[in-house]
């Protein structure tokens, strides 16, 4: 948003220096964006006045003429078509930096005849296009004075950079009443008089999309004379980068950078019959002011009909841009004036879904000033009488103003509760009086925010206006550490987190960071039913593909996988650690450690002929346990069960589990949802819950335990049972260490076998011990009792003797 200081101080009475309000704008939370300031980039150029002019002795299209300077009269080759003795122009002497040219002058000879600096033109000085000859003065100007007086261009320029909640600063008379609220002056008041018409419009006006425009006035001004507007009112809009056009389209730009009031002028000439707003339908056509054609429009649309039926009568798309051939021109005698309100969320769709971008719609989206329709249809009616010249009839009227009154409840005390900061009441009030709100009611206070404030709908949002205009400067600097707070930000969750992911990427994964959504479709086939679907469903996602949230990390790694693979690494380990979503309420979320492996468990070598195996369900859960042990977990306790979710292959895969808490998933993923990913062959996977993990307790003393080695050497033993073949290896594993829990410190299966020998519905499965001697050295007769009672109680506990 630009303006200059001089069109500022049309709203605000104020001696602040420039300063002083750039560095308040930023603290009221109008970030000041930039400051130009003109006249330095003009204090070389000054008026001089021209002697004499001779011709060139070496060039025909060339004069060298006399030039009389504030301080010096100096010789100047030109070439200017209107140059000649008596005129005053501007002069730029050596050394100075013309920005239309983009060159520093240097004193040079043209053609043999020297040459000291140049007389410029306008597109050199860069104020207009124009450069067909130098710029000529009227009258008679002092010799010296600088360039930025007699132009105007003294005016510093001012851009702030609006947050989109702050509409009513969109036009500078909302700057303004901020600055004056904040001390910097007093807000002027403004002419609202209302302008009493002479005659009624035969152009009517009906509203059937009352939803999308609630409110449209119109009025008929006849006889109006289009033109230039005055000097003063084109370098307003100049200074701002804005170019004039013609009286009329002047004012509808004035009004939008004045009061963010857009409104629109149509040729009434080129109007058929009556106006009527209405939805479009989606098969019309716009020859817009833009110089683009849309064809079609948007469906749905807020358009602006009148009786003609090419294009269905479409003239315009109301709040973001009017028609090119119902537009006011040079030769425009009558016009219709429009100033309507339009719904904010239609107007952001339409520009959206047709990739309009206008000053109109910039400012209807955000939402304009409902109120100040009538108010703003009065005061270009004034201009355009006042240029243009004119009769104007009585304001049609369709619709009325939207219902936006409503009361906050708000007690003064709350700023102090909220922002920290005690802000004596009458202060409060006080600011929030100059800023436009209306205030009744005694402790707790109604509060009424003004009709320009649509953003403001709590006493929070009150609370901010207070302290934006105090200054947040003013706020105490408070340490966020407490006397009695510790310094480690680090939560018990994220230090499981961190050494899980450590552990994985040892074991040789790589870390992934993939989107916390997914497709719907995907998200079912991993754990989401219909009412968790919904609930995680986005209103308004950035794509179809990813618009629920995840409820298991494995189809990102997968798909991530696969896009490897199509680029020729198809042997891939792949991690995250992040969050799942279980559902929308505040639990619902979970934090998981998650891999898969895909392809080939290592790389072909001729070391190892089995080292290119293909990856299988115990990868995943070797891997699910590294990382259980890392972030802390009992892994060595952790029972076995079946129960994987659908997801996983049922005949391998498995769950980690402490009694009824499931620490992780591990196995192979089902073919089915491989196949939904467009995923071939076999992949792996586990997923560990961080949350699941029990935390240990606080032990005195150091964190770890000192570490014990034993002074006697461990041995083992073999046995091969033979167990029905439902037997599984826990049961067979937990029988043999129960034998004796103190020496028994470890036991494995090493080896399975069906076959030759074995009787069917058996199996053979070879267990080996490790036995640890505590306090002296078992002798062979130990030893072997020892064996007997593993013997015995596996054959107990699993019905399965020792094997002959």
Known sequence: MKFTLSWLKRHLDTDASLEKICATLTNIGLELEGLEDPSKTYEAFTVAYVEKTEAHPDADKLQVCTVKTKNDTLQVVCGAHNAKTGMYGIFAPEGSYVPGLDFTLKKTKIRGVESNGMLVSEKEMMLSEEHDGIIELEGEPKIGTPMVEVFGLDDPIIEINLTPNRADCAGIRGIARDLAAAGLGTLKPLDTAAIKGTFTSDINVSIEDTEGCPLFLSRYIKNVKNGPSPDW???????????????LVDITNFMVIDHARPLHVYDANKLTGNITVRETKGDENLEALNDKSYAPVAPGAIGIYDGSKENGGLIGLG????????????????????CAYFNPSRIARTGRDMSIISDARYRFERGVDPEFTAIGIDIATTLILEFCGGEASEIIRAGDVPDWKREIEYDPAYVEKLIGLDVPEDKQLSILTAL?????????????????????????????????????????????HGENTGTVAETPLLNKGRKARNALTARGFDECVTWSFMKTD?????????NQAAALTLKN????????????????????????????????????????????????QKTVAA????????????????????VDAYDAKADAIAALQAAGAPAANAQITRDAPDYFHPGRSGALRLGKTVLAYFGELHPAALEHIDAKGAI???????ENIPTAKKKSGTEKQLLKLEPLQPLSRDFAFLVDETVEAKDLIGAAKAADKTLITAASIFDIYQGKGVEEGKKSVALSITIQPREDNLTDKDIEALCTKVTENVEKKTGGPLRG
């Open 233 to 247: 009112f084109q370098t307003l809009l100049k200074a701002i980068g804005l170019r004039p056009i013609s009286a």
């Open 319 to 338: 709040g973001i841009i009017g028609g090119a051939p119902t537009g006011s021109t040079n030769d425009t005698t009558n016009v219709l004036l429009e």
């Open 436 to 480: 436009g709100f209306k205030i009744s009611g005694k402790g707790p206070y109604k509060i009424t925010p003004p009709s320009w404030r649509g953003d403001v709908h709590g006493a929070a949002d009150i609370a901010e206006e207070i302290i934006r205009i105090v200054g947040f400067d003013q706020i105490p600097s408070v340490s966020v």
């Open 522 to 530: 995907t998200a079912k086939i991993f754990g989401l039913n219909d």
């Open 541 to 588: 996602s950035i794509s179809s593909e990813i618009d629920t949230m995840r409820p298991s990390i494995l189809p990102n790694l997968i798909s991530t996988a696969l896009q490897n693979t199509a680029r020729g690494f198809g042997d891939v380990a792949l991690c995250e650690v992040g969050p799942v979503f279980e559902s929308a309420k505040p639990d619902g």
């Open 595 to 614: 891999g898969i492996r895909a392809g080939n468990h290592a790389a072909r070598h001729w070391s190892d002929q089995n080292a290119a195996r293909p």
């Open 684 to 690: 792996v996977g586990f997923e560990v819950f961080l």
